[in-house]
């Protein structure tokens, strides 16, 4: 009789809940970002699509920064990789600090932009790192179980963005404001001063919690088996490039991981627009329907990784793939409260799709994984891309008048999105059916 695989090896259990840590660190980052889209708009009376170009920093620095950190961590490790990936974020964080006392939105995105390009190494070095602790055949459920705990960040971040931002925000309206703007600049002035105090705050007590995670990381040993091979020659990269781009999977899965990132973003950054224009609720209650539908998330993730020891994982990435386009028909059809909870129920469907895309795109790829890797990071600039050209929707798409909002128009692109997915899916099973 054979031994049963163990997912994570014994001799590995402390590394692996030591990276995994850090899903949740990112996570977190995420989420408390996300709803800072809604703010900026209303502190510093902006469009939708200017307040959404901090998805296009925050994201953008993922894009930047996956090829190089790729790079780096071949030939270095990963664990040097970890450390730049936290220097970048505790740095970006810390830059709240002027940005907040500049009063420039300039400024805040630019610390976004150096925070998210700390994330990118994180993002680039610790999924592959996951993939490599045990034996291939078990890999995909392993990076499941540690994506699984990146949602308890986010819905941790969600919470703070809720409590200690959102609600302590200086209740005056956009209609307030821009009468403020005219009559009182000064009064405007000390108003939106105080609310960036408030959006900073948190940002830098996370920098001093990354610093923690930077020492502890210092210190500790990591398996030197995982440290890239040195000798290697540096033409190999244009090697491993081209392996890389040959491999019609892994280039359609590429494709398929920038579609998915760009829908979770659209979806949680825009559900406060959603329930502010079509419900008319405030930012701090639109937040909490953000909270439930992270929830949702983090629940069907661990359903989901459990649902894969029966089912391939293409063949369920399909199936909710499909759930993600009803819910969205929902959130655009459906007026009031119900297309809310359709917008809400979109969270089950993706909750199990960055991870599994990423296994599939990996899957054998050996040593050129630490490169293949960064397409994989770089494709998270969907959220850079999707989010403003939704903004822009919003601003500008009233093809429908009553009928139909400019919010719920601007849905039609996750729509879009989970069909990309759905179609890679299925033809993944069929790549993988025929190669047996």
């Known amino acids: 009789m054979k031994d049963k695989v163990r997912v994570i090896p014994t001799s590995l259990l402390f590394p692996f809940i030591l990276v995994t840590s850090l899903f949740a660190l990112w996570g977190f980052a995420n989420d408390i970002t996300n709803p800072m889209v809604a703010a900026f708009k209303n502190i510093l009376l902006i469009s939708n699509f200017e307040s959404s170009l901090v998805q296009f920093a925050f994201y953008g620095g993922y894009c930047l920064m996956a090829i190089p950190a790729a790079m780096f961590i071949k030939r270095y490790s990963y664990k040097t990789g970890i450390l730049v990936g936290l220097g970048l974020y505790a740095i970006g964080c810390f830059l709240f600090i002027p940005a907040g006392n500049a009063m420039a939105f300039w400024a805040f995105l630019v610390a976004y932009f150096i925070m998210t390009c700390g994330l990118s190494f994180l993002e680039t070095t610790s999924n592959p790192f996951i993939l490599s602790m045990g034996p291939e055949v078990t890999a995909t459920r392993r990076l499941n179980f540690s994506q699984a705990f990146n949602p308890i960040g986010s819905l941790t971040g969600m919470l703070v963005a809720k409590e200690f931002i959102l609600a302590k925000l200086n209740p005056a309206t956009e209609a307030d404001r821009l009468a403020l703007q005219s009559t009182d600049q000064q009064a405007l002035a000390s108003i939106q001063s105080a609310d960036l105090d408030v959006v900073s705050g948190p940002y830098i007590l996370l920098g001093v919690v990354v610093l923690v995670f930077f020492i502890v990381f210092l210190i500790s040993r990591l398996p030197k088996e995982q440290k890239a091979n040195t000798s290697v020659p540096e033409n190999s990269n244009k090697a491993t490039f081209k392996r890389l781009l040959g491999s019609k999977r892994y280039v359609t899965s590429v494709l398929a991981q920038t579609f998915y990132v760009g829908v979770q973003i659209m979806v949680w950054t825009f559900i406060i627009q959603y329930a502010e224009l079509e419900l008319g609720m405030s930012k701090a209650e639109a937040q909490g329907y953000n909270m439930v539908a992270m929830a949702i998330f983090v629940s069907c993730r661990f359903i989901c990784t459990y649902l894969l020891k029966f089912f391939k994982p293409s063949v369920l990435l399909a199936c909710l793939a499909c759930g993600g386009m009803a819910f969205t028909l929902g959130a655009i059809f ?103």
Not at 380 to 391: A, E, K, R, T, V
Not at 399 to 412: A, H, K
């Open 334 to 436: 459906i007026h009031g409260i119900v297309g809310l909870y359709s917008l809400v129920a979109i969270s089950a469907c993706m909750s199990l799709m960055f991870p599994t895309i990423y296994g599939i795109a990996l899957n054998g790829l050996g040593d050129d994984a630490k490169l293949g890797s960064a397409g994989l990071i770089l494709a998270i600039g969907g959220g850079s891309i999707l989010p403003p050209l939704q903004g822009l929707l919003i601003d500008k798409a009233d093809w429908f008048g009553e009928m139909l909002s400019s919010v719920r128009v601007s849905f039609v692109l996750p729509l879009l999105c989970f069909l990309f997915i759905m179609l890679y899916a299925l033809n993944c099973y069929r790549m993988a059916r025929a190669a047996k």
